[in-house]
């Protein structure tokens, strides 16, 4: 159909017997059975309990074993006559550093269930296949007596459908992760945040007010927004220097949010099979389900590409209602952003520029490390003390200032022996045999190699041959000179910490050089 042919073509199609049978054998496969898994499972139960009504619901949306494992209903499975499939699973404790031999569990493909609601007595089946396109289809189909104000659902199963569901789209201690095209409440996640406070995160403290007043404002203010008819939605963008306070924020803001009831939705990954519309369409329309929600976008610049800023531009300002949603994206490249997204109000309406930390900040988070040590008073961390390590820590962010504190404690609890209790005599030894490796970001002691002394073929030794095959690099950092007074030059940490700070100097110098190293291009 719709092709034009003459003469000999015309000749080569014209129907033969051998060409009809093609065709017929087309028509069959054609006309062949097509497989509904969903739908054979259902004819099989009413098959079996034709008396019965069957409710089919979404683990996903109802959460049957969820509820029952929260104790609000018990799910037995029967196993007599070898009735389900399951697969025998061993899982291991959450790490190696954990104990235990780990536990056993079923992963039930095909299982039928006695489930006891409230006093009443569902048989549930519970069924998991794979589809060839949709991937992995898990139902639970819930079987009810009929009774007379039955029409087309059954009372009793709906009233356990909307407890349950209710129960399965609320949070539990959990935080909504989207990755891989689909949300996924995860518990670890939630752990981790409980151990944030505000109290750790050292900013300038008239932007980490600001900051705080900001996103409690926004969900303590809903009235005035609609007061004064303003949509109740607030984007802000965290921007700066990598290990400057973003991260530490973020989890700060998630766990004073609980006690207001804010559930936190974070996005790891636009990537998924469907596509990356099908994504962002995915997230903002959970999201405004969730509301009032903290909906976070960590690296923000390398989520929103090129070929869907628009969509995600029209999810973020479109005409769908956004209410109680507030926006957090943070980045390390604002200038990577469309000026879309950064610059235009409605969108994302503040901006909190994360900068190294200044003099005032370091001493702070100097402090800080004074309290956590508070029960270390041989290591003599004082005011003074402080207000040097300030000084020595020009331009390091808080990522570098925690490594210097770790390390330089790892370096006097490592020049100890197992048994010897810290003293300031075992202090003051470690640090006269701590020293900096010259081209390293490591500390050796004494009589540690930290060289090679390998020659090359010219006869020169490895470490020369370096030198010579350099080529002229710019200025490299240098410590600030910082006059420490004389009760202080034996103080064993503040000497530690002195040789560490030299140390990464030289490791913020590699990787400045790493940074601007050439990158391979592809031939």
Not at 237 to 255: R, V
Not at 307 to 336: K, Q, W
Not at 386 to 413: D, H, W
Request: glycine fraction near 6%; include cysteine.
């Amino acid at each position: 159909m719709g092709h034009y042919a003459s003469g000999d073509m015309l000749e080569s199609t014209q129907p033969s017997s051998t060409k009809l049978a093609v065709l017929t054998a087309f028509q069959e496969h054609c006309s062949g059975k097509r497989i509904n898994t969903e739908l054979a499972v259902v004819e099989g139960i009413r098959a079996i309990h034709p008396g019965k009504h069957v409710t089919t619901v979404a683990p996903r949306s109802v959460d049957l074993f969820g509820y029952a494992k929260a104790g609000h209903a018990e799910a037995k499975l029967i196993t007599t006559g070898d009735s389900y499939q399951s697969l025998r699973a061993y899982r291991a404790p959450g790490s190696r550093m954990e104990s235990g031999d780990g536990q056993l569990s079923d992963d039930v493909d095909f299982g039928h269930y006695e489930y006891n609601w409230n006093g009443e007595i569902f048989p549930l089946y519970h069924v998991a296949w794979v589809d060839e396109i949709m991937g992995l289809q898990s139902f639970h189909y819930i079987l009810s007596d009929r009774e007379a104000g039955d029409a087309v659902h059954s009372v009793a199963a709906d009233r356990l459908v909307i407890k349950c569901g209710k129960w399965s789209s609320e949070l539990h201690e959990e935080i909504y992760v989207f990755d891989n095209g689909h949300w996924q409440k995860n518990g670890d996640l939630w752990k981790a945040v409980q151990s944030a406070s505000w109290d750790d995160v050292i900013l300038d403290p008239a932007m980490k007010e600001t900051l705080i007043n900001d996103v409690h404002g926004f969900f303590d203010n809903r009235a005035v927004y609609e007061e004064v008819s303003v949509p109740w939605k607030r984007g802000i963008i965290m921007h700066g220097t990598p290990g400057c306070g973003k991260t530490i924020s973020i989890k700060a803001l998630m766990h004073s949010l609980q006690d207001k009831g804010v559930a936190s939705l974070y996005v790891k990954s636009f990537d998924a099979c469907q596509g990356l519309q099908y994504s962002i369409r995915s997230i903002f329309a959970h999201a405004r389900v969730m509301a009032p929600c903290l909906l976070l976008f960590e690296d923000l610049d390398s989520l929103v590409v090129d070929e869907v800023r628009s969509y995600f531009l029209n999810e973020v300002d479109g005409i769908e209602s956004n209410d109680g949603i507030c926006m957090i994206g943070s980045t390390n490249h604002l200038e990577r952003l469309d000026p879309g997204i950064s610059k235009r109000p409605s969108r994302f309406d503040r901006k909190y520029h994360y900068k190294l930390p200044g003099h005032q900040e370091r001493i702070l988070y100097c402090e800080y490390w004074k309290k956590k040590l508070s029960k270390r008073s041989d290591l003599g961390i004082t005011d003074e003390v402080c207000e040097i390590v300030a000084k020595l820590t020009e331009a390091f962010s808080f990522a570098y200032m925690k490594e210097l504190f770790v390390q330089a404690l790892l370096a006097i609890v490592g020049g100890r022996d197992e048994d010897e209790d810290m003293t300031d005599a075992s202090v003051s030894a470690t640090a006269d045999s701590v020293k900096v490796v010259e081209g390293s970001a490591k500390l050796a002691k004494d009589g540690d190699k930290t060289e090679s002394t390998a020659e090359t073929e010219s006869g020169d030794s490895a470490t020369e041959k370096t030198q010579k095959d350099k080529k002229p690099a710019r200025k490299p950092r240098k410590v600030p000179e910082v006059e420490v007074p004389e009760h202080l030059q034996s103080n064993a940490f503040l000497r530690v910490l002195r040789k560490q700070i030299v140390a990464l100097v030289k490791d913020m110098d590699n990787t400045d050089d790493e940074a601007a190293a050439p990158k391979p291009k592809i031939a």
